[in-house]
């Protein structure tokens, strides 16, 4: 169907007045590109589920393909597990209307006779998967669009073991909402003997679990005074952010009284996204004036955080993804080893596009690494096929995504937040700071530096152009990029490795996807990535060297930043 004639398809459906008027509005300017983009196609699972601006329409997140969504899934769920008492769990975040989609979610849910666990009251999506294993449960859903502007929502669906939905059964369940031929299939009447209601219980028994990963408790003991600065970002972490980092011991948390009430409008910040240095503005301001140590804001569904330290000027610097993920690692690793946890068994997990870094130090320490693609419902499949035979440390992902422990099979910034308050702690156990500490790390495993850049292409057009660029990267890679000869290209579309050296060709062990990767002879790594849930295309860059001591570390920073400054130009993205 054209635009035109799925908008004239809904309006003749059983829909409510108000989004009726907002199609005729739309039909009697035909002309505006907002019917085009609202009808064009539908909203589908990418690797963070179901996503899209608010308003009304079939690429559009409303009360309708919210509800067809559910339907689909409800559908899925019944026939994969037929005769069975089946669970979902529901949350939502801070965001306008989120828990409008949640109370719709649970309303189909419990119409198509599915028990629904529902959270009475914003919670993080970390929690979400927490319950959702806590109950037995066959799947879940939070309601959040993440990190995107606020005029966005989402739509995540969770499997039973508390991970986002993987292939074939995200597939799947969009072919069961194809199946459905119209809105009028969806059945809305809500019934509340299938609903329970969750809420602080929960808290605490998933709060009690982020308790027992701290390592060093005699060193928080010490440092309880250490100076934190938390920001929620006008999101979920308010809810269980200070209350974990005050039950580990820590006795200084101040949380940024302008950004600490749930809002989803996000009126501080242009986007709520802790990789943002504008949204960690305020709180760096507040730290300057108490000489806070450390700094952590989380996205608004508190499963991503960003942080910011004193570096070796003694200015406050946002840390990005990889370095914290690299830190985390490296503290986690090094407390194991020193407590004689490390056997052989253990392990770590991250994406191809997260920093190399994390790969030398596991390797070095005798702990296997993992790769996977992009989305931690990737990395908890690893987790998922090494249950019982292998011993989890922790994982992440450069996009400030990080997982400690197994418990949660997703992102989880209030796990993270902890663990990042008590590794500050050691470090200032230590005499140093969490800066000296990245710079220590540098010495010992090599200096990596990542950048990334994101190039925005929206509508119709805009995903013809990302399209044009992956194709035209595929039929005629470069050469060389910035002097350094390009020796190998991995393309995950294909599933395919070729060694231009030597002209080997070799199959990758990975799902496919639409990746490219090039690799040049001075080591620097080029990543191209069209996102799953936003219309971008993203370019990784990632360079090293050595350095040999920490007095040398500016320099060595100004050679690297050089390089990949050197390396954009030339592939004409500046």
């Known amino acids: 169907m054209t635009p035109e004639e799925k908008a004239r398809h809904w309006l003749n459906s059983n829909i409510d007045q ?8 739309m039909l009697d300017h035909p002309d505006n590109p907002e019917l085009e983009e609202s009808f064009y196609k539908d909203l589908e699972f990418g690797t ?14 409303n009360k309708y393909t919210v509800g067809m969504a559910t ?30 989609f949640a109370d719709i979610t649970a309303s189909v849910f419990s119409a198509n006779d599915i028990r629904v ?21 066959k799947s879940g859903v939070v309601i959040t669009a993440s990190h995107n502007p606020k005029e966005y929502n989402g739509y995540k669906a969770y499997w039973d073991d508390g991970a986002q939905v993987t292939p074939p059964h995200d597939v799947n369940i969009m ?133 910011a330290v004193k570096n070796n000027h003694g200015d406050f610097q946002l840390l990005n993804g990889n370095q914290t993920a690299s830190l985390l690692i490296h503290y986690l690793i ?58 989890f440390i922790g994982g992440g992902e450069e996009s400030y995504g990080f997982m400690i422990s197994d418990f949660v099979r997703d992102k989880d910034a209030v796990s993270a937040c902890a663990m990042i308050a008590e590794m500050t702690a050691y470090a200032q156990d230590q005499g140093k700071s969490l800066f000296d500490m990245l710079i220590d790390m540098y010495v010992t495993y090599g200096f990596y530096l990542e950048r990334l850049i994101s190039v925005t292409k929206k509508g119709i057009s805009g995903e013809e152009e990302i399209s044009r660029m992956m194709k035209s990267l595929r039929e005629n890679p470069p050469a060389e990029i910035n ?24 199959k990758l062990d990975f799902p496919t996807a639409n990746v490219l990767q090039f690799f040049t002879a001075d080591g620097s790594k080029i990543s191209a990535r069209p996102s799953g849930t936003e219309p ?23 050679i690297l930043n050089s390089r990949i400054d050197s390396i954009i130009r030339d592939m004409g993205l500046n």
């Open 536 to 558: 971008k295309i993203k370019f990784y860059f990632s360079v090293n060297d050595t350095l040999s001591s920490p007095d040398k570390f500016d320099k060595m920073q100004a």
């Open 117 to 137: 666990y529902f959270f009475t009251e914003l919670r993080p999506t970390p929690e979400l998967s927490f319950a959702l294993r806590y109950f037995k449960c």
């Open 175 to 307: 072919e069961e909402v194809k199946k459905i031929s119209g809105i009028d299939e969806i059945n809305f009447e809500k019934n509340e003997a299938y609903i329970q209601y969750i809420g602080v219980e929960i808290d605490d028994l998933y709060l009690a679990e982020v308790k027992k990963l701290s390592l060093n408790p005699d060193v928080i003991e010490r440092q309880k005074n250490l100076k934190i600065l938390f920001s929620p970002i006008h999101g979920t972490g308010i809810t269980l952010i200070p209350r974990i980092l005050k039950e580990l011991g820590f006795n200084n948390v101040q949380v940024i009284k302008e950004q600490s009430k749930p809002d989803g409008n996000f009126p501080t910040v242009t986007y709520p996204n802790p990789e943002e240095a504008e949204a960690l503005s305020l709180a760096i301001t507040k730290a300057q004036e108490l000489d806070a140590n450390l700094i952590m804001a989380t996205d608004p569904d508190a499963d991503r955080v960003g942080i």
């Open 483 to 506: 002097g350094s000869k390009l020796v190998a290209v991995r393309d995950y579309a294909s599933s395919e490795e070729k060694e231009l050296v030597s002209g080997n060709v070799k």
């Open 48 to 61: 963070g589920g179901l996503r899209g601006i608010m308003g009304i329409g079939s690429n559009r997140m």
């Open 334 to 391: 090094s407390q194991w080893k020193a407590k004689g946890k490390i056997d052989g068994r253990q392990y770590i997990v991250k994406t191809i596009v997260t920093s190399d870094l994390m790969d030398a130090i596991a390797e070095e320490n005798g702990v296997e690494c993992f790769n996977t693609l992009t989305g931690f419902k990737f990395i908890a499949i690893i987790l998922r096929e090494l249950e019982g035979e292998k011993e």
């Open 71 to 100: 339907q689909g899934l409800a559908n899925y769920l019944r026939s994969t597990f037929p005769g069975q008492d089946i669970r979902v769990a529901i949350a939502y975040d801070s965001r306008n209307n989120s828990a409008y």
């Open 18 to 25: 108000e989004a009726k008027d907002e199609i005729r509005r």
